[in-house]
């Protein structure tokens, strides 16, 4: 099973390989599909912010008007 990247992320245009381990995460747990992580992998876009924000509501992050941010509120609900 993918893990998730233990820093902070946005969207981006410049490739990340921690945004790509973001994406082999939310591929993994179903929130984002493998096509849609083959649409660009490593590019935290809008695909990846989708995916971001469904397991944010999931989880009950609060996101006070960043929804899809990788950051604190999310990793302290994984963690």
């Known amino acids: ?5 233990t820093v902070a992320l946005q969207p981006s245009q410049t490739y990340n390989e921690q945004a790509k381990q973001l994406q082999q995460y939310l591929v993994s747990q179903g929130y984002m599909t493998q ?3 083959d649409a660009g992998p490593g590019y935290y876009g809008p ?10 509501q999931k989880l ?3 996101v006070a ?13 994984l963690g």
Do not use: I
């Not at 008007?65 to 609900?77: E, H, I």
């Open 1 to 5: 099973m993918a893990t998730y990247p």
């Open 35 to 37: 096509a849609e992580m």
């Open 47 to 56: 695909r990846t912010t989708a995916a971001v924000t469904k397991l944010q």
């Open 60 to 62: 009950g992050v609060d």
């Open 65 to 77: 008007g960043y929804p899809g941010y990788w950051g604190p509120k999310t990793l302290a609900k």
